[in-house]
């Protein structure tokens, strides 16, 4: 089974407008990590955002924000007020105890003007 | 500044011919690793390492080496390389436990013709 499963493989957005890429994991440690992060164009990988698992707050930061839903193991997370240049690959990623960081396959974003 | 420093950026080589990637971290970093990234999959660890000698496997472990010497270096050997393993190759570090996001290197984009 994948552990981290990313079901968009591409999105649109209206330029100011918000917009959720939904990831949902799989594990059974009680102990766990999940991030994102971006890709642009050029290639690099961009961390935005990190949500511990025994964390009651969802994270935020910026403009971007992590909605955790611990039991329906999702960790979607929301980009508002979208910018021409958060168009990229995103990418959801968890790190268990092993400390293996795995990848799910990422959606690509494309925000419109 | 905190870097992770892969090398070479762009590589073209033939099959069968060996090649080193070079990745060096200077932010002190226990845990290092390395991902290919393919196109629909996601970026897939191939090797990690948690300390000095001390390496395993990852998801996609064949046909690679690695080994890790000193703390701040980890280079990926292809002993022999093939066209299956042309690919967006990165290098990654970070302090061990679930809280710590990792960070990359600006990627090796390897073609084995």
């Known amino acids: 089974a994948q552990k981290i499963t990313q079901t968009q493989p591409g999105m649109f957005v209206q330029e100011k407008e918000a917009v959720t890429l939904d990831c949902t994991y799989d594990t059974s440690d009680q102990s766990y990590g999940l991030f994102w992060y971006k890709q642009p164009s050029s290639g690099e990988m961009i961390f935005l955002i990190y949500q511990g698992s025994y964390d009651e707050q969802n994270a935020t930061e910026g403009r971007y924000s992590l909605n955790f839903q611990k039991a329906r193991k999702s960790a979607n997370l929301v980009i508002s007020a979208s910018q021409l240049g958060d168009s990229a690959m995103y990418f959801c990623a968890m790190r268990e105890a092993t400390g293996e960081l795995i990848f799910g396959s990422g959606t690509r974003l494309l925000v419109r003007p | 500044e905190a870097q992770v420093t892969q090398n070479p950026r762009y590589l073209i080589t033939v099959t069968g011919k060996k090649l080193t990637v070079t990745c060096s971290q200077n932010m002190n970093h226990e845990y290092m690793s390395w991902y290919r990234q393919d196109p629909g999959l996601g970026l897939r660890q191939i090797y990690y390492?948690?300390?000095?000698?001390?390496?395993d496997k990852g998801d996609v472990p064949e046909g690679y080496k690695v080994s890790r010497k000193e703390k701040r270096n980890f280079p990926l050997i292809l002993e022999s390389p093939s066209p299956n393993q042309t690919s967006l190759y990165f290098c990654?570090?970070?302090?061990?436990?679930?809280?710590?996001?990792?960070?990359f290197g600006q990627g090796t984009r390897l073609t084995v013709v």
């Open positions: 390492s948690m300390n000095v000698e001390v390496t």
């Open positions: 990654a570090s970070s302090l061990p436990g679930q809280v710590f996001e990792a960070f």
